[in-house]
């Protein structure tokens, strides 16, 4: 059974940082390309960042300079450092697990709310 598990969302006030991470487990975390996409109330899900096998990043425009993917195939674990959050990063941010021969894997998500 695969899993993705993202934790680390919260309430922060605007210009704060939180860090939210995802662990997979049941597939071969290495050889999948992994991502985060969040969705606000009433807007579609979108992408934030992803990270290919190789350690390549793609960021959003709207994130560019804040956000840092990285991920650590030692633990299965892929992560978000999101720095100068803003309002407009209030959503719920999900973990995805995708490669070229199947299908793609989503966790459940994790809440983040900037909020002053």
């Known amino acids: 059974q695969v899993l993705l598990v993202e934790s680390g969302g919260g309430l922060v006030q605007p210009g704060e940082s939180l860090r939210v991470s995802c662990v997979a487990s049941?597939?071969?975390?290495?050889?999948?390309?992994m991502g985060w996409y969040r969705q606000a109330p009433g807007n579609q899900r979108e992408l934030v960042a992803n990270?290919?096998?190789?350690?390549?990043?793609n960021y959003a425009d709207s994130v560019k300079g804040r956000f840092t993917i990285s991920r650590d195939n030692a633990k299965n674990t892929v992560y978000l450092q999101m720095n100068t959050l803003k309002p407009d990063d209030t959503a719920v941010y999900y973990c995805?697990?995708?490669?070229?021969?199947?299908?793609?894997?989503w966790g459940k998500g994790t809440l983040v709310t900037v909020s002053s």
């Open positions: 995805n697990a995708a490669a070229e021969w199947t299908m793609d894997y």
């Open positions: 990270i290919t096998r190789a350690g390549r990043t």
């Open positions: 049941g597939i071969a975390f290495s050889v999948y390309n």
